[in-house]
Nanobody, 121 residues
Framework: QVQLVESGGGLVQPGGSLRLSCAAS????????MNWYRQAAGKERELVAS???????NYADSVKGRFSISRDNAKKTAYLQMNSLKPEDTAVYYC???????????????WGQGTLVTVSS
């Protein structure tokens, strides 16, 4: 079955940078859109960035100019480069593939387990 695994989270100082990775594995035929969501304590989950298979991107206003989403289709991996981090960026970050086709030609939505990013001095 298909799995998304995030990595790269951790503790970083304000103004610092982190790069998150989301590696997909399993019986995958094609991954269309890949998203990064985040959920801060006491807050609802929000969409941070998305990237289509052709590389087109969209960002939440709160991270535009600071975060950059990318993907490597050969590696079946998406990335989120986070720069100029602020304490309000502290959250669990989740990778999401809402429109993934499996090798058995079924279409599914898949979520990763999340990786914690803490921005604090």
């Amino acid at each position: 079955q298909v799995q998304l695994v995030e990595s790269g989270g951790g503790l970083v100082q304000p103004g610092g940078s982190l790069r998150l990775s989301c590696a997909a594995s399993g019986s995958i035929y094609r991954i269309n859109t890949m998203n990064w969501y985040r959920q801060a304590a006491g807050k609802e989950r929000e969409l941070v960035a998305s990237i289509a298979r052709d590389g087109s991107t969209n960002y939440a206003d709160s991270v535009k100019g600071r975060f950059s989403i990318s993907r490597d289709n050969a590696k079946k991996t998406a990335y989120l480069q986070m720069n100029s981090l602020k304490p309000e960026d502290t959250a669990v970050y989740y990778c999401n593939a809402p429109d993934l086709s499996t090798s058995f030609f079924t279409q599914v939505e898949v979520w990763g387990q999340g990786t914690l990013v803490t921005v604090s001095s």
